[in-house]
């Protein structure tokens, strides 16, 4: 069974560009997660998908950051326009609807120049 | 306060040695704990999930100590391939709390 699919691997745009990042979870997998982590620190969740229903959002920036669950399978994550500061490895993660433990995908790391 | 808090090491061990490493967290009605392990430049996968009654998976084992607050992880007869920053995992809800991790280095 393939895990969660992140693609692209890497991306490096310049500030001021929009980005775009896709996840593909696990099949059956109710939950997904949009998650950024930084340099020595822990995943930071940005958004939470049940189905093709944003649950929690509190934590993405909605200014210039946006998600789309479309059909409650994939997922896309865009930012635009990004800043240096969104240099980071942007994660996605999906789980069944109960909680035991969470699936990653290998992650996108973004690069802001 | 951060609501997970983990000594970001790192930790140098001798290979075969026992280390231990806690997780406290602040939130009291928390429900589910989680062990996952990094390695650098990877993604973070499940090392193992934390019982109220304690749990062990070979070498390692991992405890919940809730009046206190903290859970803990526990490798025995350590390797090598044990070097990796681990991450404790506080599940409130779904509200998905995450520690900045323990970076562990086996040395030989």
């Known amino acids: 069974e393939a895990g969660v699919v992140q693609s692209p691997r890497y991306k490096i745009i310049e500030k001021k560009q929009p980005v775009a990042f896709w996840c593909n979870p696990i099949?059956?997998?109710?939950?997904l997660y949009w998650y950024r982590q930084n340099l020595g620190q822990g995943p930071e969740l940005l958004i939470r998908y049940e189905n093709e229903e944003a649950v929690d959002d509190s934590q993405l920036p909605k200014d210039r950051f946006s998600a789309e669950r479309l059909k409650g399978v994939d997922s896309t994550l865009k930012i635009q326009p990004a800043e240096l500061g969104d240099s980071a490895v942007y994660l996605c993660a999906s789980s069944l609807r109960d909680p035991g433990g969470y699936t990653f995908g290998s992650g996108t790391r973004l690069t802001v120049v | 306060r951060k609501e997970v808090e983990q000594d970001p090491g790192p930790f140098n061990v001798p290979e075969g040695a026992t280390v231990a490493f806690n997780c406290t967290y602040s939130?009291?009605?928390?429900?589910?704990f989680f062990w996952y392990r990094q390695d650098c430049r990877k993604e973070p996968k499940l090392l193992m999930s934390v019982y109220s009654s304690g749990n062990e998976d070979g070498r390692f084992t991992a405890q919940l100590n809730r009046a206190s607050q903290y859970i803990s992880l526990l490798i025995r007869d350590s390797k090598l391939s044990d070097s990796a920053t681990y991450l404790c995992?506080?599940?409130?809800?779904?509200?998905?709390?995450w520690g900045a991790g323990t970076k562990l280095i086996i040395k030989p």
């Open positions: 939130n009291s009605a928390s429900q589910s």
């Open positions: 995992v506080v599940d409130s809800n779904y509200q998905l709390i």
């Open positions: 099949s059956g997998h109710n939950t």
